[in-house]
């Protein structure tokens, strides 16, 4: 997995004709516009209600308190709280510093850490399922200044107030991993999004499959998450989630994810895989993931309303789906999916 550069340069990418990825362009560009242009489906409908609560609200104890001179003074401050509170924090257009305000451990290499919005009352803008870029500045070989920059996936809520958060596994020689792992409460992290990725929102798929490697398990919580949320109108979608780790210590959120498969029997399952599981005793599968596996537990190429969302380390997904392409694109899909009969209308990788 490496960084995509800008939500432009992917939207251009995805422009390379195949069907996915006239898909997945369409799902992007409706993704930006729903972002730039309408008020989001759910939250932002409720977003449009408080603020025009309160307008009315403010207008009201405005006119009250100024019923001399409301004519031509009332409509400014009221616009200008409006904008305060639905503004959200990211525009895709510049990096935001934000400050670690919390770091909660995950596991023995993977933590989550939550950064503060500028505001308290602003939401993210981040849409699922979306990442982000984040960058810190080094000094190159020459002198000049250059900066490390790579992709992240949010996992809060769509719908979270005035904080984002991020689970980050640390690499040993990871030179972003690490510089995160290393940031104090209190230190600033420079991001900028929301890169689009496959535009949940808008889609209208009921059988979902989902081959994870490790972190590759971000974009499909924000999915998992938003499908089995209380608010969800989601309540067709069934997902079967196929999680590869080396050893039981590299399951992130299993508590999280069984959860979800007790709560939802009929339309949530996950399949843990393991190719190096420690204990004699592990329940799950072992080795890697195979085409039998995916057979067993996934929707078939056939299955109406069906795709599968492969993310993880890129030799896991070039295996599986194919490599995404040089510029980030979905590429063709190939390796074990096409062999399945896969093909890119039913494939996305993240
Ligand atoms: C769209 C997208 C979303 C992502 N979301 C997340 C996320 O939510 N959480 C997260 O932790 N990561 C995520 N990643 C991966 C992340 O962007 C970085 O690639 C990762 O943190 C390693 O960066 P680094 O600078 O620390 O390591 P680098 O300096 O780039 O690499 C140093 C060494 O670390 C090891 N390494 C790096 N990446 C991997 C890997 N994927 N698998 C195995 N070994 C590796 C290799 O040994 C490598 O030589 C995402 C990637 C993409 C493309």
Same mark, same amino acid.
């Given at each position: 997995m490496r960084f995509a550069t800008s939500a432009f340069t992917a939207i251009r990418a995805t422009s390379a004709a195949s069907p996915a990825a006239r898909f997945a362009q369409r799902q992007t560009l409706g993704s930006v516009r729903a972002y730039s242009a309408q008020a989001p489906k759910k939250g932002g409908n409720g977003l449009v209600l408080l603020t025009l609560a309160g307008l009315g609200a403010l207008g009201g104890v405005y006119y009250n308190q100024n019923k001399a001179t409301l004519? $031509?003074? *009332?409509v400014a401050p009221v616009e200008k709280v409006v904008e305060k509170v639905a503004?959200? *924090?990211? !525009?895709?257009k510049s990096f935001l510093s934000l400050k670690l305000e919390n770091i909660e451990k995950i596991n023995h290499n993977t933590s989550l850490f939550r950064f503060a919005l500028p505001? *308290?009352?602003?939401? %993210?803008? &981040?849409?699922? %399922?979306s990442c982000v870029i984040t960058r810190y500045p080094i000094t190159k070989k020459d002198g000049s200044t250059g900066y490390v920059i790579r992709p992240y996936t949010p996992?809060?809520?769509? +719908? %979270?107030?005035?904080y984002v958060d991020f689970i980050v596994k640390s690499y040993p020689d990871g030179k972003m991993s690490k510089h995160i792992h290393n940031l104090k409460v209190g230190e600033t992290l420079d991001v900028k999004g929301? =890169?689009?990725?496959?535009?949940w929102e808008g889609s209208t798929i009921q059988n979902v499959g989902m081959i994870a490697g490790g972190t590759g398990i971000t974009p499909m919580l924000q999915i998992i998450r938003k499908v089995f949320?209380?608010?969800? $109108? !989601?309540? @067709?979608t069934k997902v079967t989630l196929v999680f590869a780790n080396? $050893? +039981?210590?590299? =399951? &992130? &959120?299993k508590d999280e994810l069984d959860k979800y498969a007790a709560q939802y029997p009929n339309r949530f399952k996950v399949v843990y895989v393991l190719d @190096?599981?420690?204990? %004699?005793?592990?329940?799950g599968v072992k080795g890697f993931v195979t085409p039998e596996l995916i057979k067993e537990h996934l929707p078939t190429p056939?299955?109406?309303?069906s795709i599968v969302f492969v993310c993880g380390p890129d030799p896991m997904v070039a295996a599986l789906a194919g490599p995404k392409a040089k510029?980030?694109?979905?590429g063709e899909v190939s390796g074990v999916l096409k062999a399945l009969g896969y093909g890119s209308e039913n494939v996305y990788k993240f």
């Open positions: 004519k $031509t003074s *009332a503004e959200p *924090a990211f !525009d895709s505001e *308290a009352e602003q939401h %993210a803008g &981040l849409p699922v %399922a996992t809060s809520p769509e +719908e %979270a107030r005035g929301p =890169i689009p990725k496959y535009n949320s209380d608010k969800s $109108t !989601d309540d @067709k080396q $050893t +039981e210590d590299d =399951i &992130l &959120l @190096k599981p420690q204990q %004699a005793n592990w329940e056939e299955t109406e309303s510029d980030k694109s979905q």
